[in-house]
């Protein structure tokens, strides 16, 4: 009975949208209702046959499993807030995209109470890690979706602000058009011939006058997406901290943004953001130093690829980062600057090898191709990295599991798999979403704007790419539809199956005499249903 119950708290966590209530988790409210005058009119009714006692309220038990309220029970609920937490915690994907994909229940105040108290609770210190990241993870996803409705919010309403002064401006125009005599009229005609001019000039002048990324100011949503990293930076620190250790274990998280939100609040008198600002170039020049030994480590070897394979060394013991990219591409630049070709060349791709080394770090194969790609301005070379990595490909190595073994021992041909593609489309689709999650905001340069534009752009690229190979994929409802239309197979699809069984040296289930009762539980060996517990 409590199962029954259960599968209707579970029933609002399946759903696809929810709908206004209490909070994310209450239950559909059961509907039955009993009362004095239908129970007499039950007792009072004749039953003819099974299907008519089958057909009445006998067996309804639903009044049992509802609360007075109408709500599920606490236990109902803990089981829901179970299965919920498993479908977060096992999920395949990044947990940011299944938090936004579930952003009404991970909001929940309820759930997340219940998440807080079962962290609490936790014993295993590993499980505690792991739920306690997963809460942070789901408080930073819900103020960015609401900083980011914050800042739409505040555009909307510049923009009719702005209308309505444009509004205003018009009527006063219109306003000083009926007091105007015959010769202003005619010299307002003649600056409206010359306004097309003067309006190109303007624009030209905007253009060249456009304001770089240093140069924008900070909007107040902007201020308030670093709060938490500045709480992390800035003082009070703990015993033995300084800004010298804090900005060394957070240098990977100091943006360009950031440090202009570093520099407004240094010029406002904070000296917290002085001392870490001051840290900051330390740690920056100590970076330079090393990526300038290093360069000179990679140079001397003088052959080409002898240098590139100092290079392949330094990946390996760590020492690529971004101070030596940046360095390689300096020197690059220079040398391109003076009109030594040959040395720019050389830079180049020795930058080039650097950021392919420095891509096999990478924790997934997905994160490694979309770098490539956004390295990559030529859409046709990134078609090509596309159809590569979602092209199905045999492998080379059989897999060494023990039935491969067995098989081997045995004199057998191995256990063959099919053909899979280096990186799955929807692999490939969600760590888009995840990196627009993460960095969606931050600028590549002032020509190309933010890195969504570029990551959005990527991904529809790669829709292309994925269609063209598997064809177009299916919505649920199409592939619902599709199993209703198509919920009877064909004679002909079983004997093919029949044969390539037959092919493997297996034997099709239908088709094995032995089978006995396994085919389908709860049938004989005649294909008819047992009834019963004869």
Request: glycine fraction near 6%; charged fraction near 30%; charge should be negative.
């Amino acid at each position: 009975m409590n199962l029954a119950s259960f599968s209707a708290a579970l029933a609002v966590l399946t759903c696809g949208s929810m709908t206004s209530s209490t909070h994310a988790f209450v239950a559909p409210t059961l509907s039955y209702q009993q009362t004095t005058k239908s129970q007499q009119l039950l007792q009072k009714q004749v039953l003819f046959g099974i299907m008519d006692e089958v057909n009445s309220d006998a067996f309804d038990l639903s009044s049992l499993l509802q609360n007075d309220d109408g709500e599920p029970s606490n236990t109902e609920m803990e089981q829901a807030y179970e299965m919920f937490l498993g479908q977060l915690v096992f999920s395949t994907n990044d947990p940011r995209i299944d938090i936004m994909d579930n952003y009404d229940l991970c909001v929940d105040p309820k759930w997340l109470s219940w998440l807080e108290k079962k962290i609490g609770n936790t014993r295993d210190v590993e499980e505690k890690m792991a739920l306690k990241d997963l809460s942070d993870m789901i408080i930073d996803v819900k103020k960015r979706v609401e900083l980011s409705q914050a800042a739409e919010e505040r555009k909307a309403q510049e923009a009719e602000e702005a209308e309505k002064n444009r509004i205003a401006a018009a009527e006063a125009d219109m306003e000083k058009g009926r007091a105007m005599s015959g010769t202003d009229v005619l010299r307002k005609a003649a600056a409206v011939d010359n306004a097309g001019v003067d309006n190109m000039v303007k624009e030209q002048e905007g253009e060249q006058k456009k304001k770089t990324f240093y140069e924008t100011e900070l909007t107040p949503e902007i201020r308030m997406s670093y709060e938490d990293m500045c709480s992390k930076v800035l003082p009070p620190y703990k015993p033995g901290d300084s800004a010298a250790s804090v900005v060394y274990n957070f240098y990977d998280q100091f943006d360009a943004q950031f440090i202009k939100v570093l520099n407004e609040r240094a010029e406002n008198g904070d000296t917290g953001s002085q001392e870490v600002l001051a840290a900051l170039a330390i740690e920056q020049q100590k970076r330079v130093n090393a990526a300038t030994e290093a360069l000179k480590e990679v140079l001397s070897k003088g052959d080409p690829m002898r240098m590139e394979g100092a290079i392949v060394k330094l990946s390996k013991e760590g020492r690529i980062d971004e101070a030596f990219l940046l360095l390689l591409e300096a020197n690059a630049d220079q040398a391109m600057a003076a009109g030594a070709t040959g040395p720019a060349e050389l830079m180049t791709k020795l930058r080039k090898r650097a950021m392919a080394e420095k891509d096999k770090q990478s924790a997934t194969k997905e994160i490694k191709l979309l770098r490539q790609l956004l390295r990559e301005d030529d859409s046709s070379t990134r078609e090509q990295l596309l159809t590569d990595a979602f092209t199905p490909k045999e492998a080379l190595i059989v897999p060494g599991t023990a039935a491969n073994a067995e098989r081997a021992i045995e004199g057998d041909a191995p256990e063959e798999e099919k053909p899979k593609p280096d990186v799955p489309p929807p692999d490939f689709i969600n760590c888009c979403k995840a990196v627009l999650l993460n960095f969606g905001n931050l600028n590549i340069n002032d020509e190309q704007g933010d890195l969504s534009a570029k990551i959005k752009q990527i991904a529809s690229e790669a829709e292309v790419v994925a269609t063209r190979i598997y064809g177009k994929g299916m919505s649920t409802r199409e592939q619902q539809d599709r199993a209703w239309k198509e919920q009877t197979t064909s004679i002909f699809d079983l004997e093919t199956l029949e044969i390539e069984a037959e092919r493997r040296g297996e034997t099709a289930p239908w088709a094995n005499p032995d089978a006995g009762d396994e085919l389908f539980p709860g049938f004989g060996p005649d294909g008819k249903m047992s009834i019963g517990g004869s």
